[in-house]
């Protein structure tokens, strides 16, 4: 039924009309007004989705399943049969231990109440024999602001520093624990490495050095006449730059080289002076998971065709690029494990490539997921991270094919190498 406007709108129409009516003109005109207001809601800010989860939350429920009339859209599964469920993969594990006809007990929080409700499962149509709640579900997680989040998460092996927005963040994917480095995303070429953040400053000069972007302190790189140095990554607590001298009594020619730099000595650990034309000009590195290879990405100066090559943690080289032939426009995301790389195809698709035969195999990527713009190699043999353009997600590769959100409504800008120990 259509309401009536309130008096002080009627006032005002009124006194508005008198007005033109005194002054000869006519009424202005105007959009008629709605029958419902609508209040747009403003937007979430970037956001960290914490911990393995709240409880799954229930998105939809299928007409005619076993939980119509039983549970609700909005409704938060937090327990089933006693057992506590925090998520979604824990729901499916535990009904895979159910029969169909099965009564469970689950409890709900619904409107911020416990419930308890009793299902008896059907079955799945697809296979009469596995039990069917009968619900659409989603995991439910804590979630923070970005802006809000503090300092301490501790280091481990796969965790690393992550640019969001303007600000770096330490994320262990892992365990989706999230800390604030406090400290804005240095404008040159970074990594992270022994609990800092660096960049090279004054690259081009005898005074280049490391400069930690967090404290502000200054390393000199005492590298002897290389110059140039460039960020490539890091390996461990060390950090890997790339440099250039002339080459002796060859003039106008330059050598490059690799160098790993020990942040507590300040000097190089090794250099290795690149020895393969076809590897041409290193522009990244990656480190395996366990610390004993170097996968370095370099450019053709000729065809800019990226090739790679392998450099054990003593800088010996133990594959090179003719025995790591990808397709062409694929770029490496980083170490999968010990043994295979994953690299990303221009489609957006994902390869794993064994470093030690060079043999490719295709990743499955879940369906939810889609086109990937960019990604990341967890390192732990399993999972993925990917920017989605406003999410950052951890996807598992596989049977199981878990996806999890991350960071939500968030700009992504870099990922640091593996192993921050801060």
Request: glycine share 12%; hydrophobic share 45%.
């Given at each position: ?106 409890e709900v929080i619904r409107a911020g109440d416990p419930i308890s409700v009793a299902v008896v499962l059907g079955s799945n149509p697809d296979d009469p024999s596995r039990p069917l709640l009968g619900v659409m579900i989603e ?268 960071a939500d409504r968030c700009q992504i800008d870099q990922l640091s190498d593996i192993g921050w120990s801060g």
């Amino acid at each position: 039924m259509r309401r009536g406007l309130p008096s002080l709108v009627l006032v005002g129409l009124i006194l508005v009309g008198l007005l033109v009516a005194c002054s000869g003109q006519a009424p202005p005109t105007r959009d008629s007004l709605p029958d419902v207001g609508v209040v747009v809601p403003q937007a979430l800010p970037c956001g960290f989705l914490l911990g393995d989860g709240l409880g799954v939350s229930i998105e939809d429920v299928i007409s005619g399943g076993a939980a119509e009339g039983k549970l609700e859209p909005g409704d938060i599964l937090v327990t089933l049969d006693g057992a506590e469920v925090l998520n979604a993969e824990q729901l499916r594990t535990a009904l895979s231990d159910k029969s169909v006809g099965q009564e469970i007990n689950v409890e709900v929080i619904r409107a911020g109440d416990p419930i308890s409700v009793a299902v008896v499962l059907g079955s799945n149509p697809d296979d009469p024999s596995r039990p069917l709640l009968g619900v659409m579900i989603e995991t439910s997680f804590e979630r923070v602001e970005a802006a809000t989040v503090e300092s301490g998460i501790q280091g481990g092996p796969l965790v690393r520093v992550v640019g969001v927005g303007s600000r770096l963040y330490v994320l262990n994917p892992q365990t989706a624990e999230w800390g604030a480095l406090n400290t804005e995303v240095p404008a040159a070429p970074w990594t992270a490495a022994s609990g800092a953040v660096f960049t090279v400053e004054d690259p081009d000069s005898e005074d280049a050095a490391l400069v930690d972007a967090v404290s502000g302190d200054r390393i000199l790189l005492e590298v002897a006449d290389w110059q140039g140095s460039r960020i490539l990554g890091s390996m461990g607590d060390q950090v890997v730059v790339s440099a250039a001298r002339p080459a002796p009594g060859e003039e106008g020619l330059f050598q490059i080289s690799v160098l790993l730099i020990n942040l507590q000595s300040r000097n190089a650990t090794w250099i290795w002076i690149v020895d393969d034309p076809e590897i041409g000009v290193p522009v990244a590195s990656f480190p395996s998971p366990d610390g004993t290879r170097l996968l370095l990405a370099g450019q053709g100066q000729e065809d800019d065709v990226i090739r790679y090559l392998i450099l054990s943690s003593e800088a010996t080289v133990q594959v090179r690029p003719s025995q790591l032939t990808a397709a062409e426009g694929t770029i490496a995301v980083g170490w999968f494990d010990d043994d295979e790389v994953l690299l990303r195809n221009s489609q957006g698709g994902l390869i794993l490539l064994d470093a030690a035969t060079g043999i490719t195999t295709p990743a499955e990527i879940p369906v939810v997921v889609g086109t990937i713009s960019r990604a990341w190699a967890v390192g732990d043999g399993r999972t993925v991270l990917a920017d989605t353009g406003s999410s950052l997600i951890r996807f598992e590769i596989g049977a199981s094919q878990e996806v999890r959100t991350l960071a939500d409504r968030c700009q992504i800008d870099q990922l640091s190498d593996i192993g921050w120990s801060g």
